[in-house]
């Protein structure tokens, strides 16, 4: 008899333990798993609804390498357009011309868009021994709720700059 009570005890405790996960109050769930995120800080990410997000797609083109050590960046911005548009053209640093450039990542924060432009190697075996200067076009797309300050800053030596700062409210 006692071993019947003790065996109800420990499934009761198994049975609760696995209704404790399921239950787990930690994140909202949009009914199919995935989590919603319902702050006002966003990073961009393979969302399926980016209509919301400030920002809904981002590329970028290098247009050449070669020696150098300039790094900066003008952004232009076409928000009157039905899905408004910001092109940053520029140049940043490199350890060598044998690179390319990436959108490092976006973050916006208060209302402003930060994109960090750096470079990642191209590959090349061999390379000409010199600081690389990169010069690059990315192009950011804004989803239905476009930021009101862009912000572009360049990632060099693991340290991070801005270079250029818009402001997009009008």
């Known amino acids: 008899m006692k071993r019947r009570l003790l065996l109800a005890r420990v ?7 696995a209704l404790a996960g399921c239950i787990d109050g930690a994140g909202s769930t949009d009914g199919n798993g995935d989590e919603n995120d319902t702050d006002d800080n966003w990073t961009t990410g393979d969302d399926e609804d980016t209509a919301t997000d400030p920002v809904a797609d981002t590329s970028i083109e290098t247009l ?11 952004i232009a911005a076409d928000l009157e357009a039905e899905s408004g548009t910001a092109t940053i053209t520029g ?4 350890p060598n011309p044998c690179h390319e450039a990436v959108v490092a990542g976006t973050v916006v924060e208060n209302g402003t868009l930060t994109a960090t432009i750096g ?5 090349e075996d061999i390379c ?5 200067q990169v010069e690059y076009e990315a192009t950011i797309t804004f989803g239905r709720r476009p930021p009101t300050v862009l912000a572009v800053d360049h990632e060099h030596l ?3 700059n801005e270079v250029a700062r818009r402001d997009l409210d009008g």
């Open 64 to 74: 050449e390498a070669k020696c150098g050590s300039t790094s900066e960046a003008t």
């Open 128 to 132: 000409m021994e010199c600081t690389g």
């Open 11 to 17: 499934c009761s405790i198994a049975g609760f333990g």
């Open 119 to 123: 470079v990642e190697s191209d590959g």
């Open 91 to 94: 140049s940043v640093r490199a």
């Open 158 to 160: 693991e340290e991070t």
